[in-house]
């Protein structure tokens, strides 16, 4: 009987320090959210009260004469009292997680649970002065009344309205923590059924204890869980800050210069180093749509440019990525081994390649080519910055596109796709005040242009200038300007007297062949330092030829 009081004894002081070892963990972390702890810490303190005085009272029964009275009356109204208060308390603490802190006193079962607890407590106040639920006989040992079955019944009812209430909530907590809470009710209620059996065991307190152990360990795991969570949340805002923060600075880099290639290649730059990648570059399908061309590349310092490299591919080397360009989703290859078997694994081997991530680029629908960062060792399986720019490099190549089509469109003579007058007015400019060798300057006006016009329309006076432009084209390439509605130039440089010469006579010999007359006014000099003046000598010349075509054809 002394050895399973002892163990007894024994078991109630582990099972208080243990709860009061958890209640200083708690109290220690900044983990938990605050209410919840308030109730759990609280709870883990009582509990070991309850222990401590359900030990002592073991210690104090039969303790004789008045110490021992008091002492006995003291402990066990204390492990009566603490059982509701920690009821109380675990009441509060499931409502912090069932129910918003403003709904709480709202639900009738919330409040009556409540009310159960604070009646609970009044009876056990009132047994100290009536013996409703022990009494204790002249040896200070303590013994059941006929009312204890209350001090168990009020109990009870309180857990399993808080039972009801976990039940048809569950789906607002987590499986462990609703499992956790449901051990509250669950041991004390085994354990209760056991010591109806066989009294004198503490097991009541003990399940309660065993309980709290298991809330604690529920909870510690639930808040870790929370906290990774909120830390998972905080790396993916701070992911998305980082993303946005570098594609604001893309932005700015394709507004930083009126050069769109410029632009571009601050733009990749950015991107190159927001992945720590190798090389980050622009493919562009061609106008046939068979082949691929890498139009723009930035290759860090170290990494050799592979640009000159990869013109004219076959669209088939991308044929494998394809599948997920044509979804308009990005392409990842984490490994070289996962290109076997298509024609992309030699081109990536030749540069090196180990893993790369690409975007396709579309237009209107339209697959026009794609974005890729080679060896990506940040954010390699993110593709969300390079998804978010898709908009701004294809609107930046239409822009380039229209520029370059402006650009034609201002320096190019439309009928004849000849340099126009705009172009020959920079040419004179750029010539001016520097020194030219080996410079060839040829003033020609069509002969006849006018009344070509008169008597045979328009479109056969501009069927005669497109012939004349085209055998200028074919003998001196990108050297021919159209200056006025019959009138061309032609300037070169680095050629020698003889050269100009020959093509000039050339060109007289095939323009007969043709049937078109034409003036020419022609000058070759080894050194110029304006040629401007030069251009207006081989004008008045040709002036002169006119003249002579016109007496000769009767002032025609």
């Known amino acids: 009987m002394l050895r399973d009081q002892l163990i007894q004894i024994v078991l109630l002081f582990c099972g208080c320090f243990f709860c009061l070892i958890t209640a200083l963990c708690m109290y ?186 298991v809330m604690f360990i529920a909870s510690t795991g639930e808040q870790n869980h929370e906290m990774y969570q909120l830390l998972k949340k905080k790396s993916k805002v701070e992911e998305r800050l980082e993303i946005a923060s570098t594609l604001n600075q893309c932005v700015k880099a394709l507004l930083s210069d009126n050069d769109i290639d410029v632009s571009i290649h601050n733009l990749f730059r950015i991107i190159n180093q927001y992945f720590d990648g190798d090389r980050t570059y622009l493919f562009e399908v061609s106008k046939d749509g068979k082949k691929i061309n890498n139009t723009y590349e930035y290759a860090k310092s170290g990494v050799t440019p592979q640009i000159e490299n990869l013109q004219d591919l076959d669209l088939t080397v991308i044929e494998g990525w394809m599948e997920f360009f044509q979804k308009d989703e990005p392409y990842y290859m984490s490994k070289l081994e996962q290109e076997n078997g298509y024609e992309s694994y030699e081109v990536l081997q030749d540069q090196d390649i180990d893993r790369l991530l690409a975007v396709p680029l579309k237009d209107k629908g339209r697959f026009i080519g794609f974005l890729g960062v080679d060896n990506p060792r940040d954010h390699y399986d993110d593709a969300t910055l390079l998804s978010s720019i898709q908009y701004f490099i294809i609107n930046s190549l239409k822009t380039k596109a229209h520029q370059e089509e402006l650009q034609y469109l201002s320096y190019r003579d439309m009928l004849t796709g000849l340099y126009n007058r705009n172009k020959y007015i920079r040419v004179v400019e750029s010539y001016s005040h520097r020194q030219v060798n080996n410079v060839g300057a040829c003033y020609i006006d069509l002969n006849g242009l006018k009344k070509t016009n008169d008597q045979f329309g328009h479109e056969a006076g501009d069927r005669l200038i497109k012939t004349a432009a085209e055998l200028m084209t074919e003998l001196f390439e990108d050297h021919v300007y159209r200056v006025g509605g019959d009138e061309f130039v032609i300037v070169v440089k680095d050629w020698t007297n003889e050269d100009f010469a020959d093509q000039i006579d050339l060109l007289k010999q095939k323009m007969r062949e043709k049937k078109v007359s034409i003036s020419i006014g022609m000058l070759w000099k080894p050194t110029i330092d304006n040629l401007e003046q030069m251009l207006k000598q081989a004008d008045f010349i040709m002036y002169e030829e006119k003249k002579q075509y016109h007496l000769l054809n009767d002032g025609k």
Request: with cysteine; proline share 3%; charged share 10%.
């Open 28 to 213: 220690l972390s900044n983990n938990f959210d605050l209410e919840k702890r308030k109730w759990l810490m609280l709870m883990q303190v009582f509990t070991a009260l309850l222990l401590a005085s359900d030990a002592f009272a073991y210690i104090f029964r039969g303790y004789p004469g008045p110490t021992g009275s008091i002492l006995v009356h003291v402990t066990n109204f204390l492990v009566f009292a603490l059982s509701v208060v920690i009821l109380y308390f675990f009441h509060a603490y499931m409502c912090s997680y069932l129910f918003p802190r403003d709904q709480v006193l709202n639900l009738g079962r919330v409040k009556f649970a409540y009310a159960l607890c604070g009646i609970a407590l009044l009876l056990v106040i009132v047994s100290q002065f009536t013996d409703l639920y022990y009494y204790f006989d002249a040896q200070n040992y303590y013994h059941r009344n006929s009312g204890y079955i209350i001090s168990m019944l009020l109990p009870v009812a309180v857990m399993l309205i808080d039972l009801s209430l976990l039940v048809q909530y569950r789906k607002r907590i987590r499986r462990r923590i609703f499992w956790s809470m449901t051990s509250y009710i669950s041991f004390p209620l085994i354990a209760a059924a056991i010591q109806t059996r066989y009294y004198g065991l503490s097991l009541i307190n003990l399940s309660i204890c065993l309980s709290m152990y």
